[in-house]
């Protein structure tokens, strides 16, 4: 059985990362390398790139997206901090994901937003709610205090993490 995972970051100081043309180059560039050839047609689609500097377009990636996760019997696609997508790409990133999601894929999104709107553009998907513990709020609050505060009070770095970790309540 072949298996393919590909994993999308959505960097909000990146507003390229969640424009859906590079969304399908990405993918498709890690699912060619775990198949280790290139379709002709990708072939050409680069070639014109380089000889006449034209991006495929967004029809031809999905085309070749979709005819390579056809390769795999099985194709995971994550897509981590959906929450972060720009308003204007919002909802071409969700059309690509329900295309994803028809061509047999199987979807991973995380997001700090989960209404029922955004369950019901995803198509209803099973939700996992994860909460760190009060550990994980204390270890890493410490940490970047440690990194990125000049000032070593002590007493003052407590009263920070105090406060943080009294407000978080688990989120």
């Given at each position: 059985m072949s298996e393919a995972?590909?994993?999308?970051?959505?960097?909000y100081?990146?507003?390229k990362s969640f424009q859906p043309d590079n969304i399908l180059r990405n993918l498709l560039k890690q699912l060619?390398?775990?198949l280790r050839t290139m379709p002709e047609a990708v072939e050409k689609l680069y070639d014109d790139f380089m000889q006449n500097g034209r991006s495929a377009d967004?029809?031809?990636m999905k085309q070749q997206l979709a005819l390579t996760l056809a390769k795999f019997d099985r194709v995971v696609l994550l897509f981590d901090a959906l929450d972060e997508?720009?308003?204007?790409?919002y909802k071409d990133v969700i059309a690509l994901l329900s295309d994803f999601r028809h061509a047999g894929s199987r979807i991973f999104c995380t997001s700090r937003i989960n209404t029922a709107r955004v369950r019901d553009e995803l198509g209803?998907?099973?939700v996992a709610e994860i909460l760190a513990n009060q550990e994980d709020i204390i270890h890493y609050v410490t940490t970047r205090l440690d990194r990125e505060y000049d000032d070593d009070d002590e007493i003052?770095?407590?009263?920070?993490?105090?406060?943080v970790v009294e407000k978080a309540e688990g989120k």
């Open positions: 995972i590909g994993y999308i970051y959505f960097d100081n990146d507003p060619l390398f775990k967004t029809l031809a997508i720009s308003v204007e790409c209803n998907p099973a003052i770095k407590q009263k920070i993490l105090d406060c």
